[in-house]
T-cell receptor, first 117, second 112 residues
Framework: SAVISQKPSRDICQRGTSLTIQCQVDSQVTMMFWYRQQPGQSLTLIATANQGSEATYESGFVIDKFPISRPNLTFSTLTVSNMSPEDSSIYLC??????????????FGPGTRLTVT | KQEVTQIPAALSVPEGENLVLNCSFTDSAIYNLQWFRQDPGKGLTSLLLIQSSQREQTSGRLNASLDKSSGRSTLYIAASQPGDSATYLCAAVNNAGNMLTFGGGTRLMVKP
């Protein structure tokens, strides 16, 4: 079955720095998404990662703060820029579409736990 | 804008009990509804997906139902076990089939 991996699994960063999170799928998928889960909260969609074009951001999220790349159908990155303690969260990528996944059912990576000090 | 609510927020039961988790959504124009499990500090595991044309789905001891007209879904867990302890999240999928709106989750503790 298809596998979704994220790197790093966790990190502790200083405020003002940036971190890039990678999401890799071992087969091609139609859509990739990035979510944020703040401590004790549910998941909020940050953006849809579009292959070869700019990501589609949800209200409250901007490209300067969360630049996203998706160079192909199996890989995406999310960068958290100029971090502050409020960015401490779990960041999760999810996928849907072909490549061993049932259509329209979303599957999630293991998440990246980010702590900003 | 879709809003998803889960009740209760937390639940503690003794092992062996059958239990029901509730999920309600405000916009009935959904493509499907998905239930997930999340263990502490981990990602999400997909449990069940119910298409908008379906009434229920079953997987092992889990049964999920969907009533679009009333904006409700329930997850039934039979003969609960300590290993079922986790947070259960429901998510409504929009009509384009691509965007999930999550509820706040139900944190379940099953005591031995």
């Amino acid at each position: 079955s298809a596998v979704i991996s994220q790197k790093p699994s966790r990190d502790i960063c200083q405020r003002g720095t940036s971190l890039t999170i990678q999401c890799q799928v071992d087969s091609q998928v139609t859509m990739m998404f990035w979510y944020r889960q703040q401590p004790g909260q549910s998941l909020t969609l940050i953006a849809t990662a579009n292959q070869g074009s700019e990501a589609t951001y949800e209200s409250g999220f901007v490209i300067d703060k969360f630049p996203i790349s998706r160079p192909n159908l199996t890989f995406s990155t999310l960068t958290v820029s100029n971090m502050s303690p409020e960015d401490s969260s779990i960041y999760l990528c999810s996928v849907t579409g072909t490549g061993g996944f049932r259509s329209y059912e979303q599957y999630f990576g293991p998440g990246t736990r980010l702590t900003v000090t | 804008k879709q809003e998803v609510t889960q009740i209760p927020a937390a639940l503690s039961v003794p092992e062996g009990e059958n239990l029901v988790l509730n999920c309600s959504f405000t916009d009935s124009a959904i493509y499907n509804l998905q239930w997930f499990r999340q263990d502490p500090g981990k990602g999400l595991t997909s449990l069940l997906l119910i298409q908008s044309s379906q009434r229920e789905q079953t997987s092992g001891r889990l049964n999920a139902s969907l009533d679009k007209s009333s904006g409700r879904s329930t997850l039934y867990i039979a003969a609960s076990q300590p290993g079922d302890s986790a947070t259960y999240l429901c998510a409504a999928v929009n009509n384009a089939g691509n965007m999930l709106t999550f509820g706040g989750g139900t944190r379940l503790m099953v005591k031995p």
